[in-house]
């Protein structure tokens, strides 16, 4: 069974950089088999995919066009977590951000953190 | 962008009920189309990969069938449940984009 036990604030000032971690329990971060993705939920914008990363002999990440010159995802392998960047939020960013594990990095979200409300107001 | 357009935006059913939710792609996709359920203050849960792949522990119940760009879901005697709301996902192309969601509630 995968856990994934999300971290990081519920309140970001306009302009600051929200941060969250993802820690994983029964799979790697660095996986053969496994990506890891960001995702949020708003009631204006529904459910959208933010990003992904995934660790075929070396790193690749991808990430929607709407975030994609100011978001960031690591992964730390020593504490087996991954973890997302968004510069700059707007109060366009509030939502409940999610991590999940993508299948195989094909597109599969089947498991999933417990997801955490952001609010961007100063 | 791969638009998905999910219909009814709502409905209300009665339990061994059968309903039908439907999931156009705005371009064709193939099979590259997932179903959530998604329960209040919950996470999505997924239901059903590839069109019509039952994920292990779903009932059988729910069908999933389509390709192209028409999907649709259904389920059959509605159980209390099911109640929530389904989001159809297309992995066809990056950005991945989900359906606006489908809430089932019961009469």
Redesign the interface.
């Known amino acids: 069974q995968v856990l994934l036990q999300q971290s990081g604030p519920g309140l970001v000032k306009p302009s600051q950089t929200l941060s969250l971690t993802c820690a994983i329990s029964g799979d790697s971060v660095s996986s053969q088999t496994s990506g890891w993705v960001w995702i949020r939920q708003s009631p204006s914008r ?4 933010l990003g992904r990363a995934y660790f075929r002999a070396y790193w690749f990440k ?1 990430f ?3 975030v994609d010159s100011r978001m960031t995802i690591n992964a730390d392998t020593s504490k087996n977590v991954f973890s997302m960047e968004l510069k700059s939020v707007t109060p366009e960013d509030t939502a409940v951000y ?1 991590c ?1 594990r993508d299948v195989s990095a ?5 498991f ?4 955490t409300r952001v609010t961007v107001s100063s | 962008d791969i638009q998905m357009t999910q219909s009814p935006s709502s409905l209300s059913a009665s339990e061994t009920d059968r309903v039908t939710i439907t999931c156009q792609a705005s371009q064709a996709i193939g099979i ?1 189309l ?1 179903w ?1 359920q998604q329960k209040p203050g ?5 239901l059903i ?1 590839d069109a019509s792949t039952l ?1 292990s522990g779903v009932p059988s119940r729910f069908n999933g069938s389509g390709s192209g760009t028409r999907f649709s879901l259904t389920i059959n005697s509605l159980q209390p449940e099911d109640f929530g709301t389904y ?1 159809c ?1 297309q ?1 066809h192309g ?8 489908t809430t089932l509630d019961f009469k």
């Open positions: 529904g459910l959208e995919w991808d929607a066009y709407f999610f999940a094909a597109g599969y979200f089947d999933w953190g417990q997801g | 590259y997932n959530y919950k996470a999505p849960k997924l990969s994920e989001f996902q992995f990056l950005p991945y984009s989900f359906g606006q969601g």
